[in-house]
Nanobody
């Protein structure tokens, strides 16, 4: 059984940067697509970013495009989310997701399309 474990969250000030990591274990890291979602207190969960194989095509929510970068290191079985120029509205629990097969672009932002999900890491951005 594949396990995804996020790390790297914390409390930062507006304008700071953070890098989240998601370590995959328990199986082959041959995911067709991996992504990040987030859920702020009292709000619905939302898509943040995704990366697809084999070309590592990346996709972002409009609210983070230009500030966040998703990447993966196959050798380390790890997914990353580099977050720059953080804003208070980025405060949320961030979840790593994975799916064994590829997804069409229109489905990347759908939580239920992913086979695996982590427990989340908390990010708090103070103003």
């Amino acid at each position: 059984q594949v396990s995804l474990v996020e790390s790297g969250g914390g409390l930062v000030q507006a304008g700071d940067s953070l890098r989240l990591s998601c370590a995959a274990s328990g199986g082959s890291f041959s995911m067709g697509v991996m992504g990040w979602f987030r859920q702020a207190p009292g709000k619905e969960r939302e898509f943040v970013a995704a990366i697809r194989t084999p070309n590592s095509d990346t996709y972002y929510a409009g609210s983070v495009k230009g500030r966040f970068t998703i990447s993966r290191d196959r050798a380390k079985n790890t997914l990353y989310l580099q977050m720059n120029s953080l804003k208070p509205e980025d405060t949320a629990d961030y979840f790593c997701t994975g799916r064994r097969t590829r997804l069409i672009v229109s489905a990347l932002s759908t939580w239920e399309q992913y086979d695996y999900r982590g427990q989340g890491t908390q990010v708090t951005v103070s103003s």
